[in-house]
C-alpha cells in the first residue's frame, strides 16, 4: 500500500514539475515573428480577399455541412 501512494506521490510531482516547467517556457520564451513572417502573411490575405475569399460564420458553415453521413452503397 505504501508503494502505491508513494508511486502516486512521484506522478504527481513529476506532473506539477512538467506544468511548472512549461509555464516558465511560456512566460520567457515568447515567439515574435520575423519581417518575412509578416510580409508573407499580408500578401496571402490580400491575394484571398482579391479573388473573394470571405471568412464563414457559423450559420453559413451550418448550411454548407452534410449532416447525413454517407451511403454505404
Known sequence: MKI???G???LLSVAL???MLAELKA???????TDDEVESELQTNARLLKDG??????KDVIK???TKGFSAN
Open 17 to 19: 514539475i512538467g506544468w
Open 4 to 6: 502505491v501512494i508513494l
Open 27 to 33: 512566460k520567457f520564451c515568447q515567439y515574435e515573428p
Open 8 to 10: 502516486l506521490f512521484v
Open 53 to 58: 475569399w470571405k471568412e464563414l460564420s457559423i
Open 64 to 66: 454548407t455541412i452534410s
